[in-house]
C-alpha cells in the first residue's frame, strides 16, 4: 500500500515561517511529481509548488518569493519551507505524489495568526 506521509504544520504567527516534509513510499523511479496543494476554509484546493522528477519547480503567485519547495531523493521526501508567513496563507496543505496515478496525504493543518 502507497504511503504519502506529511508532518510539519502548527501554529505560528504571521511573519513567521514553517517547515513542511512528505515521504513516500512510491519508488523514487516511478516518480514524475511531487507538489504540495492547500485548501483553505471554504476555498477549493490549490497547488501551491510542485518539483518534477527533473527538479523543475513551479509555485502559485501567491507564494512566489516566499515559499521554496525542496526534495531530497535518497529519503523520497520533499519539502517546502514556507517564509513571510500571511494569515490567508491558512490551510490544510496536503502532499500529491504523481508516479503516474495521483496519491495524496492525509494534511497538515497550517494557521497563521495575525
Known amino acids: 500500500q502507497v504511503q504519502v506521509v506529511e508532518s510539519g504544520g502548527g501554529l505560528v504567527q504571521a511573519g513567521g515561517s514553517l517547515r513542511l516534509s512528505c515521504t513516500t513510499s512510491?519508488?523514487?523511479?516511478?516518480?514524475?511529481?511531487m507538489g504540495w496543494y492547500r485548501r483553505a476554509p471554504g476555498k477549493q484546493r490549490e497547488l501551491v509548488a510542485i518539483?518534477?522528477?527533473?527538479?523543475?519547480?513551479n509555485y502559485a503567485d501567491s507564494v512566489k518569493g516566499r515559499f521554496t519547495i525542496s526534495r531530497d531523493i535518497a529519503k523520497n521526501t520533499v519539502y517546502l519551507q514556507m517564509n513571510s508567513l500571511k494569515p490567508e496563507d491558512t490551510a490544510v496543505y496536503h502532499c500529491?505524489?504523481?508516479?503516474?496515478?495521483?496519491?495524496w496525504g492525509q494534511g497538515t493543518q497550517v494557521t497563521v495568526s495575525s
Open positions: 518539483i518534477t522528477s527533473g527538479g523543475s519547480t
Open positions: 500529491n505524489v504523481v508516479a503516474p496515478f495521483n496519491y
Open positions: 512510491v519508488s523514487i523511479f516511478s516518480i514524475n511529481s
